[in-house]
């Protein structure tokens, strides 16, 4: 299984700090699982590949170029943290 740390500073509230860890095992598409920490309190969550087939398609996005997206925004280093935001709510 492989594992990635980012700290994330949400648009929501630019002055916080969180932590999000994804874990996958084959690769991003196939699934993944995050945990949201902003040090206190913890949330986690699951994505399964068919809920990201079906949200790609609800996006009317190519599945392979929306995985992509996934793995830049989630994954990548800080080469892509200036083109993705992310909210807390």
Known sequence: MEKIL???????????VYFLQVSWEK?????FSI???DGQCAWTGT???????????????NREKYVE???KALIAREESADKYNFAVS
């Open 69 to 71: 997206e996934l793995k």
């Open 6 to 16: 980012k700290r994330i500073h949400p648009v929501s509230d630019p002055e916080a």
């Open 47 to 61: 994505v399964s590949e068919a809920e990201i087939t079906r949200e790609a398609a609800d996006m009317e996005m």
């Open 35 to 37: 945990v949201l920490t």
């Open 27 to 31: 690769d991003l598409g196939t699934g």
